[in-house]
């Protein structure tokens, strides 16, 4: 079975940091794109970051851009975003999703991703 588990959410005040970790089982992440989504109360899914297989390529949401980097840990079969300098409006649950699908430039579409974990909570609060 394809899986995919988030971790590393929590409460973090605002200009702090946390490192989400999204692991596979079930797969092996290095052969997929793969992306970070999150979502808002009250609104919709919103791209957050990607990077292509074999790390050809990364893309971020220019509201995260600076503050935000994704990558591999092939040897633990896991994909990390790390977030510095946290805003109240990056509070959502965050997910991970993989993609089977490669491209020249990693891309944040939705329905181009088949596999998804079951988020993870940020709250950025003072």
């Known amino acids: 079975q394809l899986q995919l588990v988030e971790s590393g959410g929590g409460l973090v005040q605002p200009g702090g940091s946390l490192t989400l970790s999204c692991a596979a089982s079930g797969f092996t992440l290095d052969h997929y794109t793969l992306g970070w989504f999150r979502q808002a109360p009250g609104k919709g899914r919103e791209g957050v970051s990607c990077i292509g297989v074999s790390d050809t390529s990364t893309y971020y949401a220019d509201s995260v851009k600076d503050r935000f980097t994704v990558s591999r840990d092939n040897a633990k079969n896991t994909v990390l975003l790390q977030m510095v300098s946290l805003k109240p409006e990056d509070t959502a649950v965050y997910y991970c999703?993989?993609?089977?699908?490669?491209?020249?430039?990693?891309?944040?579409?939705?329905?181009?991703?088949?596999?998804w974990g079951q988020g993870t909570q940020v709250t950025v609060s003072s």
């Open positions: 999703a993989a993609s089977e699908l490669r491209f020249r430039q990693c891309q944040l579409t939705p329905t181009a991703y088949s596999y």
